[in-house]
C-alpha cells in the first residue's frame, strides 16, 4: 500500500469478509502510527487482525532513538494481545499467542519487531507455529430461555432488531420472525445478512432508516435484539420489554434497558427458543409494518430514476433544490444496484455515501457489504475495496466513496493498478462533505467549512492509470455505470451529483425542520 493506513483497513475488511485473522505490517515509529486508524475500525468491527510493527534496534529503546515510539502505549487501546520479541527462540510462542488472541478475542493483536531482532536466525530445530480453532458455539442457558419464552408467550406485538451477529443465524431468525409475526429492523451490518427473500423486514433505523422502520419500533410491546449493538439510544423506544440475544454478555443492556438477557450463540440460542414459542394468529402489527416500508420505498422510487427532474413533480422540486439539474445520488446508487452482479462486494465510505447505499441498494444474491460502521471514519471505502478484491479478483467489488473521504488516501488508487486489482470506484462527487453539512443545517447553523474544492477526479484516476469516466448528464448514467462493470481493470465512475440533496430522517423533528429553514435562509443571504 501506498500508506499503511490504507492496509489496516484492507485486513480489517479481508477479517470481515472471510472470518480468519487479517494480517498487516509498519515499519518503526510514524509507519506503525499510520496503522492506528485502521487497527481501530478492526476492534470495534470485531475483527481478527494481526499487526506485525517494527522498532528501534533493542539497544536504543528507551532512549528517544530517532523515529522511537513507544508501541506499548501506543497500541495499549487498540489491542486484545500486545507485546514485543525480543529473541528468535520467543517467536513460534508468541506468533502462536497474537494469532489465537486476535481469532478468540475477535480483536487486534501487535507484535513489535525491534530491528537487530528482525536480523537474528531463528535455530532450524524451533517447532513450526500452531494455532487454535475457535471452540464450539453454545445457547444461552435454559433458565434464560425459559424467561423469554414467558416474556414473549401472550399477544404482545413484538417486533425484532437485528444485527450481524445473527450472520450464522438467517434461517433461524425468519423462523423467529414468522412464529412471532414480528417485522424485522436491520442494522446497516445486518443488511447484508437478512435483506434478501425476507418478507418480515422492513428497512434500518437510525438516521440513514425510514419512517416504516421507526414506527415497528415504537409501536411494539415487546422488542427483540438479536445480534446487535445498535449504538444511538435515542432511537430505541422506551416503555417496552426488551429481550437481547447476544454472544458477548457485556454487549447485553448497554444501549437500553433489557429485562431479559439471553446470552449464547444467535444460531444455538434460537434453534432451543422458537420450539417453545406459541406461532402468532394475529399479523396485524406485521401487516402494517410492513405496508408502510412498502408504501415508503414507492414514494422514493421517483428519485431513483435519472430522468425525475424532467417530470412535473421533478421540475418543481428541483427548482429549489437541484436548479442545475444535476444527478440525483438516489438515482446514482440505484442504477448501481440494477446494474452490479449479484455476487457484488459493496463498500462506502461513511456519511451520505452511506445513506444513499443504505436506501438503494439491495444485498440480494451472494452480495456482500463492509464499511467503517462502527468507527465511523472517513476514506475507507477505497482501502476495504482494495482488501476485498485481493480476497476473490474474481469478483465484481464496488467502492461507494465520497469525494472528502476519496481525497484523503487518493494515493492508494495507484495501489490498484499497481496490482491490477479490478475494482470500481464509484464517486459521489458533490462538492461537499455532505452528512456534516446536514448536521450543521440540521441545527441552525449555515453551511460552513464543508465544502471542498476538487479537481476532475476522473482526469487524476486517468493520470494514475486507471479506466476513468466523468458523468454530469443523467441521461448517460446508466450507459456509464454498465461501461464501469464491463471495463477489464480498475476503473473510477467520477459521477457530479446534486450537493443539495437531503436524506430525511425517519422522524424528523420540528426542531430538525425550523433549523434546516433556518440555516437555508441565512445561506441564501449570505450568498446575496
Not at 390 to 415: H, I, K, N, Q
Request: proline share 6%; glycine share 8%.
Amino acid at each position: 500500500m501506498r500508506h499503511e493506513e490504507v492496509a489496516a483497513f484492507a485486513v480489517s475488511a479481508q477479517a470481515q469478509l472471510s472470518g480468519t485473522v487479517g494480517v498487516c505490517m509498519g515499519t518503526v515509529g510514524p509507519g506503525s502510527i499510520h496503522l492506528l486508524n485502521g487497527l481501530y475500525d478492526a476492534k470495534k468491527s470485531h475483527a481478527p487482525v494481526l499487526a506485525i510493527c517494527g522498532q528501534v534496534p533493542s539497544p536504543e529503546i528507551g532512549t528517544d532513538f530517532f523515529q522511537e515510539v513507544d508501541n506499548a502505549a501506543l497500541f495499549a487501546d487498540v489491542s486484545v494481545w500486545s507485546q514485543t520479541l525480543s529473541s528468535p527462540a520467543q517467536l513460534p510462542f508468541l506468533l502462536e499467542q497474537a494469532v489465537n488472541a486476535a481469532v478468540s478475542l475477535r480483536g487486534v493483536s501487535v507484535l513489535t519487531l525491534p530491528g537487530d531482532v528482525g536480523d537474528l536466525t531463528v535455530d532450524k530445530d524451533v517447532r513450526p507455529a500452531t494455532f487454535a480453532s475457535c471452540g464450539a458455539a453454545a445457547a444461552a442457558p435454559d433458565e434464560q430461555l425459559e424467561a423469554a419464552v414467558a416474556a414473549l408467550a401472550d399477544d404482545a406485538d413484538v417486533t425484532l432488531l437485528v444485527g450481524c451477529g445473527a450472520a450464522g443465524a438467517r434461517a433461524e431468525v425468519l423462523e423467529l420472525a414468522d412464529v412471532l409475526a414480528a417485522p424485522m429492523v436491520l442494522s446497516l451490518k445486518g443488511k447484508e445478512v437478512l435483506e434478501r427473500d425476507n418478507v418480515f423486514q422492513v428497512g434500518q433505523s437510525g438516521l440513514i432508516g425510514n419512517p416504516a422502520a421507526a414506527a415497528a419500533m415504537d409501536d411494539c410491546d415487546v422488542l427483540v435484539l438479536v445480534g446487535t449493538d445498535f449504538p444511538y439510544r435515542d432511537w430505541y423506544p422506551t416503555g417496552k420489554v426488551v429481550v437481547q440475544l447476544d454472544a458477548r454478555g457485556e454487549h447485553i443492556g448497554r444501549r437500553t434497558p433489557v429485562q431479559h438477557a439471553l446470552v449464547g450463540d444467535a444460531a444455538a440460542t434460537l434453534r432451543a427458543l422458537v420450539p417453545r414459542l406459541e406461532r402468532r394468529t394475529d399479523r396485524t402489527h406485521l401487516e402494517k409494518a410492513v405496508s408502510a416500508y412498502a408504501s415508503w420505498q414507492e414514494r422514493q422510487r421517483g428519485l431513483r430514476d435519472p430522468g425525475h427532474d424532467r417530470t412535473l413533480l421533478g421540475r418543481a422540486r428541483a427548482v429549489l433544490d437541484n436548479p442545475e439539474r444535476l444527478i440525483r445520488p438516489e438515482a446514482l446508487a440505484a442504477a448501481v444496484d440494477r446494474i452490479a452482479p449479484d455476487s457484488t462486494i459493496f463498500t462506502s465510505d461513511t456519511g451520505m455515501s452511506t445513506a444513499w447505499l443504505s436506501r438503494f441498494v439491495t444485498m440480494r444474491g451472494t452480495r456482500r457489504l463492509v464499511g467503517s460502521y462502527n468507527l465511523g471514519s472517513m476514506a475507507n471505502a477505497l482501502p476495504m475495496a482494495l482488501g476485498a478484491q485481493g480476497l476473490d479478483r474474481g469478483r465484481p467489488v464496488v467502492a461507494f466513496a465520497g469525494d472528502g473521504g476519496l481525497m484523503m488516501l487518493l494515493g492508494d488508487l495507484r495501489t490498484a493498478v499497481t496490482y491490477r486489482l479490478p475494482v470500481v470506484v464509484v464517486v459521489f462527487d458533490n462538492g461537499r462533505l455532505g452528512m456534516v453539512e446536514l448536521e450543521q443545517e440540521q441545527g441552525g447553523l449555515p453551511e460552513f467549512g464543508t465544502e471542498l474544492d476538487n479537481p476532475d477526479l476522473a482526469a487524476v484516476a486517468t493520470a494514475m492509470g486507471l479506466t476513468s469516466r466523468r458523468v454530469t448528464d443523467p441521461e448517460q448514467l446508466d450507459d456509464a455505470v454498465r461501461w464501469a462493470f464491463s471495463a477489464d481493470g480498475p476503473v473510477l465512475l467520477d459521477v457530479v451529483t446534486n450537493p443539495e440533496e437531503v436524506a430525511v430522517p425517519p422522524k424528523p423533528t420540528v426542531s430538525q425542520g425550523w433549523g434546516f429553514a433556518i440555516a437555508k435562509a441565512k445561506e441564501t443571504f449570505e450568498s446575496r
